[in-house]
T-cell receptor, first 116, second 112 residues
Framework: DAGITQSPRHKVTETGTPVTLRCHQT?????MYWYRQDPGHGLRLIHY???????DKGEVSDGYSVSRSKTEDFLLTLESATSSQTSVYFC???????????????FGDGTRLSIL | GENVEQHPSTLSVQEGDSAVIKCTYS??????FPWYKQELGKRPQLIID?????GEKKDQRIAVTLNKTAKHFSLHITETQPEDSAVYFC???????????FGKGTMLLVSP
C-alpha cells in the first residue's frame, strides 16, 4: 500500500472554529489531492497540488484553503467550519508525469469530520 | 469540465453471477480510465485501469472494456463472491488532465 497517513482520523468540532487536516506521504509523489465524500455525491475534488507551493482549486473549493510547504505534506484548512462541511475527507497521491493523469491515484484512510 | 455518468447506482446479484457497471464520459480526448473499489468504512482502492490505446484489460475475475467511439467504458466482474460487495467508482481525467472526475458510484451487493 502507498505510504499515506492522514491525521487526525476523526474529529468533532464546533461551527466557526478553524480546522486543519494533514496528509503525509512517504512516496515522494509530485501530485497530492484533497477530496470530500458525501452520500449521493461520490468523491469531489476540493484542492490539489502539483508541487511544493503549487496548488489549484477543484470542484468544491469554497470555504477551504490548502498549503504545501514540503513534498511530503499537504494541509487542508477549513477557515471557519460550517455544518455543511461535515464529511469524510480523503487525501490521494499520484506520480502523474507530463501534467497528465496517466498514473493511478492512491488514497489515504480518510478523516471523518463532524461539525456541530 | 468533464461529465461522468455511472450506471446503475445499485446492483444486486447472486453469488456466481456476473456484474457489469458502465460509465459514460463527454471528453473524447480522455485517455485514462481507472476503477476503484471502496468497502464500507475503508478508502477507495484501485482495482483496474485502462489506457486509451487498448480496448480491453483483464485481471483474474475483473475486466474493463473501453469503447472510445461511443465514449463509454465498463467494469465486468465474473463469478461474483460476497467479498465483491462494495461501492465501485469509475473516473476519467478532468479538463487539463491533471485531476480525475469520479462517477457517483455503484453499490454492488452479492448475496450468498
Amino acid at each position: 500500500d502507498a505510504g499515506i497517513t492522514q491525521s487526525p482520523r476523526h474529529k468533532v468540532t464546533e461551527t466557526g472554529t478553524p480546522v486543519t487536516l494533514r496528509c503525509h506521504q512517504t512516496e515522494n509523489h509530485r501530485y497530492m489531492y484533497w477530496y470530500r465524500q458525501d452520500p449521493g455525491h461520490g468523491l469531489r475534488l476540493i484542492h490539489y497540488s502539483y508541487g511544493v507551493k503549487d496548488t489549484d482549486k477543484g470542484e468544491v473549493s469554497d470555504g477551504y484553503s490548502v498549503s504545501r510547504s514540503k513534498t511530503e505534506d499537504f494541509l487542508l484548512t477549513l477557515e471557519s467550519a460550517t455544518s455543511s462541511q461535515t464529511s469524510v475527507y480523503f487525501c490521494a497521491i499520484s506520480e502523474s508525469s507530463g501534467g497528465t493523469v496517466n498514473q493511478p491515484q492512491h488514497f489515504g484512510d480518510g478523516t471523518r469530520l463532524s461539525i456541530l | 469540465g468533464e461529465n461522468v455518468e455511472q450506471h446503475p447506482s445499485t446492483l444486486s446479484v447472486q453469488e456466481g453471477d456476473s456484474a457489469v457497471i458502465k460509465c459514460t464520459y463527454s471528453d473524447s480526448a480522455s485517455n485514462y480510465f481507472p476503477w476503484y473499489k471502496q468497502e464500507l468504512g475503508k478508502r477507495p482502492q484501485l482495482i483496474i485501469d485502462i489506457r486509451s490505446n487498448v480496448g480491453e484489460k483483464k485481471d483474474q475475475r475483473i475486466a474493463v472494456t473501453l469503447n472510445k467511439t461511443a465514449k463509454h467504458f465498463s467494469l465486468h466482474i465474473t463469478e461474483t463472491q460476497p467479498e465483491d460487495s462494495a461501492v465501485y467508482f469509475c473516473a476519467v481525467p478532468a479538463s487539463g488532465y491533471s485531476t480525475l472526475t469520479f462517477g457517483k458510484g455503484t453499490m454492488l451487493l452479492v448475496s450468498p
